[in-house]
């Protein structure tokens, strides 16, 4: 399959491998993608007299799929730079979510950023409550968390996956 147009102005193409084309100019050429901070690939084109940085994967299934409100592209194999028309496909915030949790890249647990606790520790603290050892207001202060924190641990309201 060759390059089509990309929805957003004239001049740019894109192909089911997300070579992205320009045809402005004197010479058609193939557009340089980077790396953004969130690990996307991204492109600069100029729409309308202004430079922006597009995210690839975007740019692929506007093309391909059309615009489609309220849902997620989907990277079926977990690879954000695997931006290939197979492995694209729009999807809930759910579907996309368990994608994560799937692949492995999901940011719950101990891998989320604000995370005071890991997963050992939380097995611990729910072991010491069911065998009656501790209350929440002792395992709070022995793992310097929250009364409420120990609760909803205990509950599973959090860290429900273990």
């Known amino acids: 399959m060759g390059y089509i147009k990309i929805p957003l102005g004239n001049g740019y193409y894109i192909n089911e491998n997300a070579q992205i084309l320009s045809k402005k100019g004197k010479k058609d050429r193939v557009m340089k993608q980077h790396i953004r901070g969130h690990g996307y690939s991204c492109v600069s084109l100029t729409i309308d007299g202004k430079t922006k940085n597009f995210n690839v994967h975007k740019l692929m299934a506007l093309s391909f799929f059309g615009e489609t409100k309220g849902l997620e592209i989907r990277h079926l194999d977990g690879n954000r730079l ?13 579907e996309n979510q368990m994608d994560r949790v799937l692949h492995g890249t999901s940011n ?4 989320h950023g604000m995370s005071l606790l890991n997963e050992k520790v939380v097995l611990e ?34 860290w429900k996956h273990i």
Do not use: H, M
């Open 108 to 111: 719950r647990g101990s891998s």
């Open 82 to 94: 695997n931006n290939n028309l197979s492995n694209l496909k729009y999807g809930t915030v759910s």
């Open 125 to 158: 603290i729910r072991e010491k409550y069911v065998f009656g050892k501790y209350g929440y207001k002792r395992l709070a202060k022995d793992f310097n968390v929250s009364p409420s924190t120990i609760q909803d641990i205990i509950e599973r309201k959090t």
